[in-house]
């Protein structure tokens, strides 16, 4: 599988698609003989696939939804007024998370980066950190970019544990308490990290490590609302309020490059949730002062022009 390869099946039509899709799962599902599950996150790209499975492929498959105590209420009413959904919930708290591991800050790859920076003793991890594995020849593998190395000397922790311990582990403690395996509704073109994992894989499945079928991973977002438009599929309403994603509600990764912050849109809809997420603290910081030290602007501390109402659909 090469990139070329990846480019040329996100530009096939929508049918193509929906067809590759069915095809990725029947061929998971016939290669393993194991029970599968939709990973459901009431977002829109898991409410495609989950309708995807159900009915092209098989009516009576289950979802599985993590409930990390950081969703959005509109999620999570979504995902109880949907049928034959497990619910389950993490071990640690998103507090507790924030306040041993550190602020979720500009993508999981680079607050990775920044916490090993901060933390690591080997002076080899640390050069390639700063200068990338091989500047001389241009290359800058592995590096944290010069515009946030500067946070490795703030006095909080910048991590990307949140995602590892309130999603990774509770999915993974379930699979291995069940048996069963994830049909997972990520796509490539959502970040180089994933575009790399689906190059790695091969394409849409996974039958080593950690085996999952990703059928939608050439889809595209217009794809998405393609699919539910053609098919009348119900979404969560918040996507008729002006947001764009429905992840965990303090989630930091990607907040300084928003044209409309997702902390406006929070702060308009759940104000109380807010005020509670920017009071987290680690290493006495508070979630507040982390996310203005990398430029974002918060809805109660500057002037507005708009309010999320502004961008909600008619």
């Known amino acids: 599988m090469t990139i070329q390869e990846l480019n040329t099946r996100q530009g096939w039509t929508l049918s193509q698609k929906i067809d590759h899709a069915v095809g990725t799962v029947e061929a998971f599902l016939s290669r393993t003989g194991k029970v599968p599950y939709v990973s459901f996150s009431g977002g829109k790209d898991s409410t495609v696939l989950l309708d995807i499975v159900r009915r092209f492929v098989d009516r009576d498959i289950k979802a599985v939804f993590c409930n990390t105590g950081n969703e959005y209420p509109e999620i999570v009413r979504f995902v109880r007024s949907t049928e034959n959904v497990t619910i389950i919930r993490p071990e640690i708290t998103v507090r507790e998370v924030i306040g041993k591991y550190g602020f979720p800050l500009i993508s999981k ?72 395996i994830p049909i997972i509704g990520i796509m490539a073109g959502e970040s180089r990290l994933r575009q790399r994992q689906y190059i790695i894989r091969g394409g849409c499945n996974a039958f080593c490590g950690h085996i999952a079928s990703y059928p939608i991973s050439i889809w595209t977002d217009a794809d998405i609302w393609a699919y539910l438009r ?35 849109l929070l702060y308009d809809l759940h104000p109380k949730a807010y005020n509670v997420f920017m009071n987290y603290q680690n290493n006495g910081y508070t979630y507040r002062e982390a996310l203005r030290a990398i430029g974002v602007q918060l809805p109660d501390e500057t002037p507005r022009l708009f309010t999320s109402k502004d961008f909600q659909t008619k």
């Not at 991890?125 to 592995?142: E, F, H, Q």
């Not at 303090?250 to 902390?263: D, L, N, P, Q, T």
Request: hydrophobic content about 30%; overall charge positive.
């Open 230 to 264: 053609k098919f009348k599929v119900p979404y969560c309403e918040l996507y008729d309020k002006g947001h764009t994603r429905t992840g965990c509600m303090f989630c930091g990764f990607g907040a300084h490059i928003e044209k409309v912050s997702r902390f406006e």
């Open 109 to 180: 790859e680079q607050a990775k980066g920044i916490r090993q920076l901060k933390t690591t003793k080997s002076e080899k991890l640390r050069r390639i950190l700063l200068y990338g594995t091989d500047p001389t020849k241009g290359w800058t593998s592995g590096k944290v970019s010069d515009c946030w190395q500067f946070l490795s000397a703030k006095p909080f922790m910048v991590s990307e544990k949140c995602c590892d311990f309130l999603k990774k582990r509770p999915f993974a403690k379930y699979d291995k308490a069940t048996g069963e």
